[in-house]
């Protein structure tokens, strides 16, 4: 078994081994692309099956739509085609021909969606329409990492109409607060969570809501998207119904998406020195058995004995490996689980047999303590339960031990080399001003706070009296 | 609503009028592609979640590979690329930029996978390797019709690597009883099963097996293939593994798939003149309710009554769509619950209320009936179970009654002509024979018998002296 990189003398090659030895993705020959592999494509599936059905309790329904969109649709909404078209990949022949017009391949689909909605809506009664799709995207990326940014990777994405723009609102807010409740519940991930400022809003929308995780590097990780995009799409695609009242008005319109970099955000908000640590509600296996022996007899009879303690565990609806591999040392086991990030593992060896124990190690706290076989099942669903709330208890606390405020850039600076992690401070400054910010400090604008300051102060970096407060930092 | 054509006087017009009636499906801008509206995508989910779990059991993981592949993959291996290159969708510009190698849109993934598992197997304890993907797939087609034959499409594709030739065909087998096992117990779709001949085998394989099912206007339609590929690929890609006894071997293979053309032939197999047909365990409602009232006192009445029906049959893990929409008479809504496919409709009216019953219909057998609502927890359930077996039934009995015998391509033909349906026949012919065949008569071979004839007979077509009896048909 390959060795990881340490976690604090370089965590981004920390990050790639992980990736690597815990067996989540590998590289392939495709420029930018990766291969999701078993383990990996497992803990997507269990994001799915959850989020999933968080969307279709909204009465949000699943549709699926082209892969490619005609190259004359995405130049129809002019902030959308300058944001994107950089990252196209384009079609050109099919069937051995040239196409007459190209077709990119989508990097999101608002365009090839919105054509169709227009033919779908031309009454109030077809509203709202509540769609989403899972769906592969591409975005042509310079610098890629598997799961934090390749150039195609896999995601859901919503796409609203709505009758006002207040219920396209609520419904943003809705969609946010649902990737909120999502990424506490089911990832032990607390969030910041807010709009956008102007540099960083999606490519034609009003403005942009958006979740922001804390990677245990202190930089800030954007985990999910919620876009109010106002009337923009609706006027560019026609998208018109007859009201209540009679008249012909433009719809209103949400989008709002998570991806597969979620994975990426579980392996760096959550992952150790030994390597991935998965909360027990996404973790592919969430109890590994491990059998110890010496002769055959005792093998016989510990694997007897943890085949009994894997069936007893499944039924009760836990997800259970049982690593019967003969060629390898318990020792190579205990590594290779860690590594993966099994948040129990459940020894076994003669003399617990004898003892009707076993000994039980939480991948959270390295705790270990040796637990009766006769209260296993009702003790293992509990401890996967406290292991859930206790990830995201160290992770809530991680986040509020690095959320500062600042008064100064050089002050915001000094906290960020030292620190990492969320800085607030005053910000009165345009967009510009922001990207000026970036090139001096690295630092971006994560989320505007939504509340005002009853006092004004200076914005550190323009100087411009401002009510507003923003998080700034370093992020992926 | 729209009326849709009878069946009997243009099965095709019929088939496009269900597909836009029934809400399934919706042409899209960009040629051959189309849309998959909710009612169809949850066919489709209904299907991935069944078929999914099946491959789960056989030990096969889900894991993800790119879209693109580069050309150069492609030509690896020549009958595949000869087979698959004119349909071939190319990317020739990412980022802007000319690519210095251009990228294929997946025709299906042999080659994409096959260059990574090269790299994944070293030694016989590697294999078996089974791994699945659900997936989009391109493949430019001139002509399209929506889930039969669309420029893009979604399936799922098995691969795997065995070490012995007999591990893969068993493997290939594997694969294809599972399809006949998922087609009969969840679309209810009796099939033929067996080899294809030398001329629908697919680009590389050693041999092709296949799901054949029967169309309502007697069209053989094939609904699933499982590929024998033999060493070709791992020849190709390099597949190589130090096995047991010491010495280097390539990999047998297999690859398998079904995709949304599923969901086209439930439609072209059980539909009827009045639309849609759906066996209630691929239905995304089982049953709907729907009100019957004139007053608002009796409205509300038998709204509380449907309403706590609704609660009961969800809380049974009945699929209950409770139809209140106030705009519509109950004479439209049967008309549309039929066209989608409904298995069962409940109707409730001012004097059923009084006398406690409800009228069910059933779709399959046009058949009515009074069932008291304190049975209906017991009844409807039954009955769900009861219509998924009529429909096997239904269908099985129309399979035999299209089946045929034919000594001469004439007797044939003129059976095609009359009834359509498969035609047993003897052949002894070649790939070339074949396609002489399907041009005089549109008649291709579905699948070859497995169990020779002890007489020889002459080829209908060949006159040469053959054991071997295949099924002809005119097919989608």
Same mark, same amino acid.
């Given at each position: 078994?390959? *060795?990881?990189?340490?976690?604090s +003398? ?5 990050? !790639? ?14 420029k ?30 699943n ?11 995405l ?8 944001? $994107?078209?950089?990252?196209?990949? @384009?079609v050109?022949?099919g069937?051995? #021909? ?16 919105y054509? %169709?909605?227009?033919d ?5 009664r ?7 799709q ?16 390749? %150039? ?7 796409? %609203? ?15 946010? *607060? ?26 034609g ?11 245990r ?23 018109? =119904? +007859? ?22 955000? @579980? ?14 509600r996404?973790a592919?296996?969430?109890?590994v ?10 093998? +016989?009879q510990? =694997?007897?004995?943890?085949s009994?303690?894997?069936? #007893? ?13 003969e060629?390898?040392s318990? /020792? ?16 076994? /060896? ?32 509990? !401890?996967?339960? %406290? ?6 208890? +160290?992770?809530?606390? $991680? ?14 600076? *000094? ?5 990492g992690? =969320? ?12 990207r ?6 690295k ?10 300051? #009853?006092? #004004? ?5 323009? /100087? ?12 992926y």
């Amino acid at each position: 078994m390959s *060795k990881i990189t340490p976690q604090s +003398q370089n965590f981004s090659q920390w990050y !790639l081994d992980v990736v690597q030895v815990a067996d989540l993705a590998d590289y392939s020959k495709v420029k930018g692309c990766m291969v999701i592999k078993p383990y990996g494509y497992r803990i997507w599936e269990l994001i799915q099956r959850d989020l999933d059905s968080r969307i279709k309790e909204a009465g949000v329904q699943n549709v699926y739509f082209p892969l490619f969109i005609p190259e004359s649709f995405l130049t129809k909404e002019k902030d959308h085609v300058e944001g $994107f078209a950089p990252e196209c990949a @384009i079609v050109t022949h099919g069937g051995g #021909k040239k196409l007459a017009e190209p077709l990119v391949v989508r990097p999101t689909s608002e365009t090839i969606m919105y054509d %169709t909605f227009a033919d779908w809506i031309q009454s109030y009664r077809d509203l709202p329409l509540l769609v989403n799709q899972w769906a592969n995207i591409v975005r042509w990326e310079m610098r890629t990492r598997p799961f934090l940014r390749t %150039t195609e990777f896999l995601w859901q994405e919503g796409h %609203t109409v709505h009758a006002t723009k207040e219920e396209a609102e609520t419904e943003a807010h809705r969609a946010l *607060k649902m990737y909120e409740d999502f990424d506490r519940d089911f990832l032990a991930l607390p969030i910041l969570t807010g709009k956008k400022s102007e540099k960083e809003t999606f490519a034609g929308a009003d403005y942009t809501l958006s979740t922001e995780a804390l990677a245990r590097d202190g930089k800030a990780i954007q985990a999910g998207t919620s876009h109010l995009l106002g009337q923009t799409f609706a006027k560019a695609f026609e998208i018109q =119904f +007859q009201d209540q009242d009679g008249e012909i008005k433009y719809g209103w319109q949400t989008s709002w998406g998570v991806s597969t970099r979620l994975i990426g955000t @579980i392996i760096v908000c959550h992952g150790d020195e030994k390597g991935l640590r998965l909360p027990p509600r996404v973790a592919p296996y969430q109890v590994v058995l491990v059998p110890i022996w010496k002769t055959d007899e005792e093998k +016989q009879q510990v =694997f007897i004995e943890l085949s009994s303690i894997n069936n #007893k565990l499944t039924d009760q609806g836990v997800r259970v490996y049982f690593d019967d591999r003969e060629n390898l040392s318990p /020792g190579f086991k205990f590594n290779e689980w860690e590594v993966k990030g099994v948040p129990v593992r459940i020894e076994m /060896g003669p003399r617990d047999l004898k003892d009707a124990q076993v000994f039980v190690a939480r991948r959270d706290t390295n705790e270990k303590m040796a637990i009766p076989v006769a209260s296993l099942g009702s003790e293992i669903p509990d !401890l996967l339960e %406290t292991i859930q709330e206790n990830m995201y208890e +160290q992770a809530k606390i $991680f986040l509020e031990d690095h959320t500062f405020e600042a008064e100064s850039v050089d002050e915001m600076v *000094k906290i960020l080399d030292d620190k990492g992690g =969320f800085v607030k401070a005053p910000w009165g400054g345009t967009a510009d001003d922001e990207r000026k910010l970036q090139e001096e400090t690295k630092a971006t604008i994560r989320v505007i706070v939504e509340e005002k300051m #009853k006092t #004004k102060k200076k914005c550190i970096f323009s /100087g411009n009296e401002t009510d507003t407060l923003v998080y700034f930092a370093r992020a992926y």
